[in-house]
């Protein structure tokens, strides 16, 4: 882990032991930044000092599956389905005694908060997300895309196979590299960055939630009937009244929408920020000065907005 994430600390929130990194002071806003795959709370290594200097408390847990967080039950599913990661979040914050955060994150992280967003808004106050409205569905996933785009999710159906499950849990680092690579392709990053982020995978539930999370998407695998409910309403493309802004990479080489087609989704207070400079993917980390400036922008819009004051639950 980055010296600048100072020590890890571990919080029993829900069925997990979370490992996170807390910095800041402690009665300031929280803002929760949430990872993505095949990465790391390495990812904000710079976001975070930034954001802590500017007077923010700030949370980066590792997810389900990766770093030191861990099952509290040797028994049950290690599921990776999208609804079970904001509950986890949601945990997390209970278990902090934080009511309301800023949510803000990329790739899955970014959907995680997106999620917070659209069904948990009283828990929110301000919502970042990179590439922008990525809650999906298994029905919408079912759908076929053209090739071009197929290709691009060529991992996805290869972990839908034993063969790729168990080239994935023996080519972790391999994998990771490779995908850094085409999602990022201007991003130079060294091997001390590299080899951070990866011994987070040698948890030993990663490659079951990684697998399970993209089974789950295209319908091979189940999830947890508990969360059925909050599927079906992710399954109805919620709209996003928690102010809100949507970042992209100008060289974003990962599969992600067009800004135009999430942009009716968002209902409230909303800016969309492209960053150029040949920043893929991985944003927080590619171009930490322009995230964090993000969540500066997103607390005072909700600010403005009167957002911080207690909001209805659309629950």
């Known amino acids: 882990m980055s010296e600048a994430l100072g020590p890890m600390v571990q919080v029993t929130a829900g069925d997990l032991d ?4 807390d910095i800041g002071p402690s009665d300031a806003q929280a803002v929760l930044l949430l990872h993505g795959w095949p990465y790391d709370i390495n990812s904000y290594a710079e976001v975070a000092p930034m954001l802590a200097d500017a007077g923010f408390r700030v949370l980066v847990p590792h997810l389900r599956g990766y770093g030191t967080t861990r099952f509290r039950s040797e028994e049950g599913m290690r599921n990776g389905q999208q609804s079970v990661f904001a509950f986890d979040a949601i945990a997390l914050l209970d278990s902090l005694g934080i009511s309301r955060a800023i949510v803000a994150g990329f790739d899955w992280g970014a959907r995680t908060a997106s999620i917070l967003a659209a069904l948990w808004p009283e828990r929110c106050c301000g919502h970042v997300a990179v590439s922008g409205y990525l809650i999906g569905s298994q ?8 090739p071009a785009a197929e290709l691009a999710w060529w991992y996805q159906f290869y972990f839908s196979t034993e063969r790729g499950r168990l080239g994935y849990d023996r080519y972790r680092k391999e994998f990771a590299r490779l995908i850094w690579q085409t999602a990022s392709p201007l991003w130079n990053f060294d ?5 951070r982020t990866t011994a987070s995978f040698d948890n030993p539930d990663h490659v079951d939630i990684v697998i399970h999370n993209y089974r789950w998407r295209l319908g091979l695998a189940d999830g947890e009937a508990k969360y059925d409910d909050v599927e079906r309403r992710l399954a109805q ?11 992209e990479g100008d060289s974003n080489g990962a599969p992600h929408p067009d800004a135009s087609a999430y942009r009716p989704l968002f209902v409230g207070a909303y800016e969309h920020r492209i960053i150029t400079g040949g920043i893929g993917h991985n944003l927080p980390q590619e171009a930490p000065r322009a995230f964090a400036d993000a969540v500066i922008g997103v607390d005072r819009a909700a600010i403005k907005a009167g957002w911080h004051a207690e909001v209805p639950s659309v629950r």
């Open 18 to 21: 979370v490992g996170l990194a």
């Open 139 to 146: 029905a919408a996933n079912a759908a076929p895309l053209i």
């Open 191 to 195: 091997d001390a960055t590299f080899d």
């Open 237 to 247: 493309r919620p709209t996003i009244a928690v102010p809100t802004v949507t970042l």
